[in-house]
């Protein structure tokens, strides 16, 4: 398969390293210095473009990638408020974007666990429920987009809250979502159920960026050859 990057930092190069271990072909790489290159050959005779930049350049990239021909997998995330109106491009213009917040495998079983769990405690309204996320100080948006998903997974099965806020709740109503930036925390999700008794805690723990490389590279060859708006629930069927 042949694969484009559209940046190139830590993630990118390791991304890189690990399709071609996986015998795929990197046909193009885009970063900031380069991005005429969208409209070259090279990038526009690639199967799948992987993408991990930042928020503020994320949509304009899809964009982009969709007018040179190519599908999109993407892991960046604080762009989602435009995600409605992505939906709707990638359906009228029959494109393709596969989206996650986080590629980690072992990430979306702990998003399936956090579904189930809440809808466990739905049913015991003395445990008040709040999350933590660590990443590193170069991660832009707070909470993680990893987070907000969790929280949305809660959200589905939890019917006393109806909402998540940054940092600390003031409505019962709401889950608190704490964000910690230090070091080169690659991330950490922490969910506590308290009560006046005991808690509950699940956590998530990722050892190194390995994981959410090789899950986008395994995203991309799912993706290739399709069409329309892809996630991590279509390649798990969690």
Do not use: C
Not at 18 to 40: Q, Y
Not at 169 to 198: F, L, M, Q
């Amino acid at each position: 398969m042949k694969i484009a990057l559209i940046g190139y930092g830590k993630m990118g190069k390791t991304i890189e390293r690990i399709a071609k271990e996986r015998g795929h072909e990197i046909v193009s790489v885009i970063d900031v210095d380069n991005l005429d290159d969208f409209e070259s050959a090279a990038f526009k005779s690639a199967d799948v473009a992987i993408e991990f930049t930042i928020p503020s350049v994320a949509v304009s990239n899809y964009r982009r990638a969709f007018a040179a021909g190519v599908a999109v997998v993407s892991g960046t995330t604080g762009w989602q408020d435009e995600l409605p109106s992505i939906k709707k491009e990638i359906e009228v213009g029959e494109k393709t974007l596969f989206w996650s917040s986080n590629f980690s495998i072992g990430v979306n079983i702990f998003m399936a666990v956090n579904k189930q769990l809440a809808a466990i405690m739905n049913k015991f309204p003395s445990y008040n429920v709040e999350m933590t996320e660590v990443h590193h100080t170069q991660k832009l948006d707070a909470p993680s987009g990893t987070a907000i998903t969790l929280a949305e997974g809660i959200l589905e099965n939890l019917d006393r809250k109806t909402t998540w806020v940054k940092e600390t709740e003031s409505k019962p109503n709401e889950i608190a979502i704490k964000s910690i930036r230090e070091g080169v925390v690659p991330g950490i999700h922490t969910i506590r159920y308290d009560s006046n008794v005991d808690f509950i805690e699940i956590r998530h723990e990722l050892k190194n960026r390995e994981s959410l490389a090789l899950g986008a590279v395994v995203a991309a060859e799912f993706t290739a050859g399709k069409k329309g708006f892809l996630g991590m629930k279509d390649l798990f069927n969690f």
